[in-house]
């Protein structure tokens, strides 16, 4: 005789009880994720970075972007190791901190910062750095000549990043790391811009000549110089780029042209960052402000 298979019953109470769990399941997993999320708004997204030369304590991107050496030593037997650093602040909430760093070779040497070097930048500064801003700088070493540097780790010295004093915007830092470690090898040379105001290559614009016909000379009050493009940094393009610019009564820079091109996006570079500067005007006959033009010269060097 066949076997009749009996229905299931379920009672209201038990439904309910399996509706609650499921809910209360829900409930913890939104919790966790609010709070992940939460985490990450506070304290930054991991870095993208996939070539080891980038590393994050929290919001603060470290990043390794030159490296110099076979520089002057006080020691015969070693040289001077710089390497070239920038630290972002890619988070909310404005950041404060310090922070050492070790370099590691070959051989398993290890050598620590030498803060007396005068011939470089100094350490780059975290206090007050709001989002976005950037802290270039450098940390110099004294290594044994043979000795090929390999690693940078970069200690957090200070208890957290945060510049608030209350404990509740603290709690996040617990996942801050107190020290990373950022591949040095194959780092490219350190990039350097200068800048030369001169009265050569100014054609163009119809203003007066700088510092001809009883006109005098615009003089830079705020002037920061380009970024080497990617382009001619991977191929450790060096030179000059000349623009042209006329200088108004109100200290900018406007009608800017290329006098002698580079190429390789550095000519670009050049007339962006102009076009931004800010100048105290010259003065015309009249002893009054007056439109000028005026020859810049950029100095684009590896080194």
């Known amino acids: 005789m066949a076997s009749t298979a009996r229905p299931q019953i379920h009672s209201p109470g038990e439904d309910l009880i399996a509706s609650s769990s499921s809910a209360r399941i829900i409930g913890v997993m939104f919790i966790r994720f609010a709070a992940a999320v939460v985490f990450l708004l506070a304290f930054g997204l991991p870095s993208a970075a996939a070539d080891g030369h980038s590393a994050n304590f929290g919001p603060l991107v470290v990043t390794a972007t030159g ?85 940078l780790v970069v200690t957090r010295e200070s208890k957290g990043i945060s510049c608030a004093v209350d404990q509740e915007a603290k709690r996040g830092e617990a996942r801050v790391p107190e020290e990373v470690t950022l591949d040095i090898q194959e780092l490219p040379p350190p ?18 000549k700088a510092g001809q016909a009883g006109y005098g000379f615009a003089t830079c009050v705020d002037c920061p110089v380009p970024d080497y493009s990617a382009e001619a940094s991977a191929q450790h393009v060096q030179g000059s780029v000349v623009l042209a610019a006329t200088i108004t009564p109100d200290g900018a820079a406007t ?49």
């Not at 404005?94 to 011939?119: H, I, M, P, V, W």
């Not at 007339?271 to 100095?299: C, E, N, Y």
């Open 67 to 151: 490296i110099a050496s076979n520089a002057s030593s006080s020691r015969e037997d070693s040289h001077a190791v710089v390497v070239y650093v920038t630290i972002e602040n890619s988070g909310q909430t404005a950041a404060c901190s310090s922070f050492s760093a070790k370099l590691r070779g070959t051989y398993d040497l290890e050598y620590s910062s030498n803060t007396f070097a005068r011939q470089t930048p100094g350490a780059p500064q975290v206090f007050q750095m709001l989002p976005g801003e950037t802290s270039k700088g450098a940390y110099v070493f004294d290594v044994k000549n043979g000795v090929d540097p390999r690693e």
């Open 191 to 208: 990039e350097s811009v200068q800048y030369v105001l001169t009265t050569d290559s100014t054609a163009g614009g119809g203003a007066p």
């Open 255 to 303: 009608d800017v042209q290329v006098s002698k091109a580079l190429g390789y996006g550095l000519d670009q570079k050049a007339m962006d960052a102009v076009r931004t500067w800010r100048f105290k005007p010259a003065l015309g006959p009249d002893h009054k402000p007056a439109s000028v033009r005026q020859g810049i010269l950029f100095a684009f060097q590896l080194y």
